[in-house]
Protein backbone atom coordinates (compact mmCIF):
# COMPACT_ATOMS: atom_id res chain seq x y z
CA UNK A 1 0.00 0.00 0.00
CA UNK A 2 3.16 2.24 0.61
CA UNK A 3 5.47 1.26 -2.07
CA UNK A 4 7.27 -0.62 0.66
CA UNK A 5 9.04 -3.65 -1.31
CA UNK A 6 11.46 -6.56 -0.10
CA UNK A 7 14.85 -4.10 -1.21
CA UNK A 8 13.47 -1.37 1.52
CA UNK A 9 12.69 -4.09 4.21
CA UNK A 10 16.77 -4.91 3.25
CA UNK A 11 17.62 -1.15 4.54
CA UNK A 12 15.18 -1.44 7.40
CA UNK A 13 17.30 -4.36 8.85
CA UNK A 14 20.45 -2.85 7.84
CA UNK A 15 20.06 0.80 9.08
CA UNK A 16 16.59 1.58 10.39
CA UNK A 17 16.55 -0.57 13.53
CA UNK A 18 17.70 0.74 16.59
CA UNK A 19 17.71 -1.12 20.46
CA UNK A 20 16.89 0.75 23.82
CA UNK A 21 17.62 -0.61 27.03
CA UNK A 22 13.91 -0.53 28.77
CA UNK A 23 14.32 -0.39 32.77
CA UNK A 24 12.37 -1.51 35.09
CA UNK A 25 11.31 1.95 37.50
CA UNK A 26 10.86 0.50 40.67
CA UNK A 27 14.65 -1.31 41.24
CA UNK A 28 16.04 0.52 37.53
CA UNK A 29 17.16 -3.55 36.83
CA UNK A 30 17.40 -4.15 33.16
CA UNK A 31 14.11 -5.66 31.81
CA UNK A 32 14.27 -5.89 28.56
CA UNK A 33 15.55 -4.44 25.02
CA UNK A 34 13.10 -2.53 22.83
CA UNK A 35 13.23 -2.26 19.47
CA UNK A 36 12.09 0.41 17.22
CA UNK A 37 12.46 1.74 13.15
CA UNK A 38 12.33 5.94 12.83
CA UNK A 39 12.88 7.24 9.41
CA UNK A 40 15.22 9.57 11.01
CA UNK A 41 17.55 6.62 11.92
CA UNK A 42 17.60 5.41 8.14
CA UNK A 43 18.24 9.24 6.59
CA UNK A 44 21.08 9.58 8.75
CA UNK A 45 22.51 5.91 8.27
CA UNK A 46 22.42 6.19 4.87
CA UNK A 47 22.82 8.91 2.34
CA UNK A 48 21.37 7.01 -1.13
CA UNK A 49 18.56 7.95 -3.13
CA UNK A 50 16.77 4.85 -2.36
CA UNK A 51 17.12 5.21 1.71
CA UNK A 52 15.89 8.93 1.86
CA UNK A 53 12.82 7.66 -0.59
CA UNK A 54 12.19 4.66 1.99
CA UNK A 55 12.00 7.57 5.20
CA UNK A 56 9.90 9.58 2.78
CA UNK A 57 7.42 6.56 2.76
CA UNK A 58 7.71 5.37 6.14
CA UNK A 59 6.64 8.87 7.48
CA UNK A 60 3.81 9.05 5.42
CA UNK A 61 3.23 5.61 6.55
CA UNK A 62 3.19 6.50 10.29
CA UNK A 63 1.63 9.81 9.65
CA UNK A 64 -1.56 7.96 7.67
CA UNK A 65 -1.90 5.15 10.02
CA UNK A 66 -2.32 7.25 12.73
CA UNK A 67 -4.76 9.30 10.87
CA UNK A 68 -7.04 5.72 10.43
CA UNK A 69 -6.75 5.35 14.01
CA UNK A 70 -9.35 8.34 14.39
CA UNK A 71 -10.32 8.82 10.46
CA UNK A 72 -10.85 12.29 9.50
CA UNK A 73 -12.52 14.05 6.68
CA UNK A 74 -9.41 14.61 4.33
CA UNK A 75 -9.04 16.93 0.92
CA UNK A 76 -9.54 13.85 -1.00
CA UNK A 77 -12.92 12.92 0.73
CA UNK A 78 -14.07 16.33 0.09
CA UNK A 79 -13.24 16.37 -2.92
CA UNK A 80 -14.84 12.88 -4.15
CA UNK A 81 -18.05 14.28 -2.19
CA UNK A 82 -18.07 17.41 -4.19
CA UNK A 83 -16.83 16.10 -7.39
CA UNK A 84 -16.18 18.83 -10.05
CA UNK A 85 -19.08 21.05 -9.33
CA UNK A 86 -18.20 24.78 -8.44
CA UNK A 87 -19.33 26.56 -5.68
CA UNK A 88 -21.72 28.56 -5.05
CA UNK A 89 -23.76 26.98 -7.87
CA UNK A 90 -26.87 25.47 -7.59
CA UNK A 91 -25.37 21.92 -7.79
CA UNK A 92 -23.04 22.43 -5.23
CA UNK A 93 -25.58 23.99 -2.88
CA UNK A 94 -27.54 20.81 -3.64
CA UNK A 95 -24.32 18.73 -2.70
CA UNK A 96 -23.69 20.17 0.18
CA UNK A 97 -27.37 19.64 1.57
CA UNK A 98 -27.07 16.19 0.40
CA UNK A 99 -23.67 15.67 2.25
CA UNK A 100 -24.23 17.46 5.74
CA UNK A 101 -23.39 15.05 8.52
CA UNK A 102 -22.74 12.55 6.28
CA UNK A 103 -18.86 13.30 5.65
CA UNK A 104 -17.76 11.16 7.93
CA UNK A 105 -19.29 7.97 6.73
CA UNK A 106 -17.62 8.74 3.81
CA UNK A 107 -14.28 8.87 5.54
CA UNK A 108 -14.90 5.65 7.20
CA UNK A 109 -15.59 3.79 3.85
CA UNK A 110 -13.17 4.92 1.48
CA UNK A 111 -10.33 4.94 4.43
CA UNK A 112 -11.18 1.48 6.19
CA UNK A 113 -12.73 -0.60 3.48
CA UNK A 114 -9.88 -0.85 1.53
CA UNK A 115 -7.60 -1.45 4.39
CA UNK A 116 -10.22 -4.48 5.74
CA UNK A 117 -10.63 -6.06 2.71
CA UNK A 118 -6.57 -6.18 2.46
CA UNK A 119 -6.71 -7.49 5.75
CA UNK A 120 -9.03 -10.50 4.92
CA UNK A 121 -12.44 -11.52 6.40
CA UNK A 122 -10.49 -13.03 9.69
CA UNK A 123 -8.68 -9.81 10.55
CA UNK A 124 -11.81 -8.25 9.94
CA UNK A 125 -14.33 -10.03 12.12
CA UNK A 126 -11.70 -9.39 14.56
CA UNK A 127 -12.01 -5.75 14.20
CA UNK A 128 -15.89 -6.15 14.00
CA UNK A 129 -16.48 -7.95 16.90
CA UNK A 130 -15.86 -5.05 19.11
CA UNK A 131 -17.08 -2.69 17.33
CA UNK A 132 -20.41 -4.19 17.51
CA UNK A 133 -19.49 -4.15 21.45
CA UNK A 134 -19.10 -1.06 21.99
CA UNK A 135 -21.75 -0.13 19.22
CA UNK A 136 -24.32 -2.05 21.73
CA UNK A 137 -22.99 0.05 24.72
CA UNK A 138 -23.95 2.86 23.11
CA UNK A 139 -27.41 1.65 22.32
CA UNK A 140 -28.10 0.64 25.97
CA UNK A 141 -26.58 3.85 27.10
CA UNK A 142 -29.58 5.65 25.06
CA UNK A 143 -32.12 3.45 26.60
CA UNK A 144 -31.37 3.58 30.20
CA UNK A 145 -31.39 7.13 29.24
CA UNK A 146 -34.59 7.16 27.84
CA UNK A 147 -35.85 4.81 30.92
CA UNK A 148 -35.63 1.94 28.97
CA UNK A 149 -34.38 -1.35 29.71
CA UNK A 150 -31.07 -2.25 27.14
CA UNK A 151 -32.24 -4.13 24.74
CA UNK A 152 -31.65 -8.19 23.86
CA UNK A 153 -28.17 -8.75 22.84
CA UNK A 154 -29.18 -11.63 20.85
CA UNK A 155 -31.97 -10.31 18.45
CA UNK A 156 -30.54 -10.30 15.26
CA UNK A 157 -32.66 -6.70 14.63
CA UNK A 158 -30.67 -5.28 17.71
CA UNK A 159 -27.14 -6.51 16.88
CA UNK A 160 -27.97 -4.98 12.94
CA UNK A 161 -28.73 -1.72 15.23
CA UNK A 162 -25.06 -2.00 16.86
CA UNK A 163 -23.48 -2.65 13.58
CA UNK A 164 -24.64 0.49 12.36
CA UNK A 165 -24.12 2.42 15.80
CA UNK A 166 -19.93 1.46 15.54
CA UNK A 167 -20.11 3.84 12.50
CA UNK A 168 -18.80 0.85 10.34
CA UNK A 169 -20.66 0.68 7.82
CA UNK A 170 -20.03 4.20 6.84
CA UNK A 171 -21.71 6.01 4.22
CA UNK A 172 -24.21 2.79 3.43
CA UNK A 173 -24.86 2.41 7.39
CA UNK A 174 -26.04 5.95 7.20
CA UNK A 175 -28.89 6.02 4.52
CA UNK A 176 -30.04 2.44 5.30
CA UNK A 177 -30.55 3.05 9.30
CA UNK A 178 -30.74 6.77 10.06
CA UNK A 179 -32.89 7.85 6.76
CA UNK A 180 -35.00 5.20 6.51
CA UNK A 181 -35.71 3.76 10.24
CA UNK A 182 -36.04 6.87 11.83
CA UNK A 183 -38.92 9.65 12.23
CA UNK A 184 -40.69 7.99 9.06
CA UNK A 185 -37.91 9.74 7.10
CA UNK A 186 -38.46 9.75 3.26
CA UNK A 187 -36.89 11.10 -0.51
CA UNK A 188 -36.94 14.98 0.76
CA UNK A 189 -34.73 13.33 4.27
CA UNK A 190 -32.50 11.60 1.85
CA UNK A 191 -31.97 14.23 -0.39
CA UNK A 192 -31.97 16.91 1.11
CA UNK A 193 -30.32 15.87 4.45
CA UNK A 194 -31.15 17.85 7.88
CA UNK A 195 -32.02 20.77 6.00
CA UNK A 196 -34.77 19.23 4.12
CA UNK A 197 -36.35 17.63 7.20
CA UNK A 198 -36.56 20.67 8.85
CA UNK A 199 -38.23 22.81 5.82
CA UNK A 200 -40.70 19.98 5.62
CA UNK A 201 -41.26 20.26 9.69
CA UNK A 202 -42.34 23.62 9.56
CA UNK A 203 -44.52 23.05 6.46
CA UNK A 204 -46.23 20.42 8.60
CA UNK A 205 -46.45 23.50 11.71
CA UNK A 206 -48.29 25.68 9.28
CA UNK A 207 -50.18 22.99 7.75
CA UNK A 208 -51.53 21.88 11.37
CA UNK A 209 -52.33 25.23 12.26
CA UNK A 210 -54.53 25.86 9.60
CA UNK A 211 -56.33 22.78 8.98
CA UNK A 212 -56.87 22.07 11.96
CA UNK A 213 -57.26 18.42 14.24
CA UNK A 214 -56.68 16.21 11.85
CA UNK A 215 -52.93 17.25 11.52
CA UNK A 216 -52.62 18.42 14.87
CA UNK A 217 -50.41 15.36 16.02
CA UNK A 218 -48.62 15.79 12.85
CA UNK A 219 -47.68 19.36 13.70
CA UNK A 220 -47.21 18.34 17.22
CA UNK A 221 -44.60 16.02 16.68
CA UNK A 222 -43.11 18.27 14.02
CA UNK A 223 -42.62 21.02 17.00
CA UNK A 224 -41.49 18.61 19.62
CA UNK A 225 -38.62 17.17 17.19
CA UNK A 226 -37.20 20.71 17.09
CA UNK A 227 -37.35 21.35 20.48
CA UNK A 228 -33.84 23.12 21.40
CA UNK A 229 -31.47 19.64 22.63
CA UNK A 230 -34.02 17.59 22.63
CA UNK A 231 -32.23 15.07 20.43
CA UNK A 232 -29.33 15.06 22.70
CA UNK A 233 -29.34 11.82 24.29
CA UNK A 234 -28.19 12.72 27.90
CA UNK A 235 -30.87 15.86 27.62
CA UNK A 236 -33.47 13.72 26.20
CA UNK A 237 -34.89 12.20 29.80
CA UNK A 238 -35.09 15.96 30.83
CA UNK A 239 -37.19 17.16 28.09
CA UNK A 240 -39.19 14.52 27.88
CA UNK A 241 -39.91 13.51 31.45
CA UNK A 242 -39.58 17.63 32.60
CA UNK A 243 -42.33 19.27 29.65
CA UNK A 244 -43.36 16.73 26.48
CA UNK A 245 -44.62 13.84 28.34
CA UNK A 246 -47.04 15.79 30.98
CA UNK A 247 -48.15 18.39 27.66
CA UNK A 248 -48.59 15.37 25.65
CA UNK A 249 -50.88 13.41 28.36
CA UNK A 250 -52.92 16.24 28.90
CA UNK A 251 -53.89 17.49 25.76
CA UNK A 252 -54.10 13.59 24.72
CA UNK A 253 -55.07 11.29 27.83
CA UNK A 254 -54.00 8.03 27.51
CA UNK A 255 -50.99 8.77 25.05
CA UNK A 256 -48.08 7.79 27.78
CA UNK A 257 -49.58 4.23 27.89
CA UNK A 258 -49.99 3.85 24.01
CA UNK A 259 -46.56 4.68 23.84
CA UNK A 260 -45.45 2.35 25.84
CA UNK A 261 -47.11 -0.58 24.07
CA UNK A 262 -45.56 0.65 20.70
CA UNK A 263 -42.08 0.55 22.04
CA UNK A 264 -43.01 -2.95 23.51
CA UNK A 265 -43.96 -4.06 20.49
CA UNK A 266 -42.21 -2.46 17.58
CA UNK A 267 -38.96 -2.19 19.39
CA UNK A 268 -38.70 -5.32 21.85
CA UNK A 269 -37.92 -3.68 25.07
CA UNK A 270 -39.70 -2.17 27.62
CA UNK A 271 -39.37 0.79 29.95
CA UNK A 272 -37.56 0.64 33.66
CA UNK A 273 -40.72 0.03 36.13
CA UNK A 274 -39.39 3.25 38.53
CA UNK A 275 -39.20 5.26 35.24
CA UNK A 276 -41.95 4.37 33.62
CA UNK A 277 -43.28 7.38 31.74
CA UNK A 278 -47.12 6.78 32.44
CA UNK A 279 -46.08 6.65 36.28
CA UNK A 280 -45.46 9.99 36.50
CA UNK A 281 -49.37 11.28 35.24
CA UNK A 282 -51.22 8.78 37.08
Not at 54 to 75: C, D, H, M, N, T
Not at 236 to 247: D, T
Not at 262 to 267: C, E, K, R, S
Request: proline letters at 5%.
Amino acid sequence: MYGIDGEDWKIINKHGVFSIDHRNPLDSALDQKMQYVTPDKIRRSSRSKRSQALAKKLEIYFVQESRLGVPQVGADDKAWMMRTVKRGTYPSALLEQFWLFRSFGVAIARQMYPRMKQMGIGATLQHLTPAIVLGYASLSAKALAQGREPPDPLDAGVVAKAFMQSGVPGLAGDLIYSNFTQYNSDIIDFAFGPTGGTMKDVTQIFKGLIVGDNEASKSWGAISNNVPFANVFYLEPIVNYGFLYHLQEAVNPGYLERMERAVANLQKTDYIEAFRPSSFYK
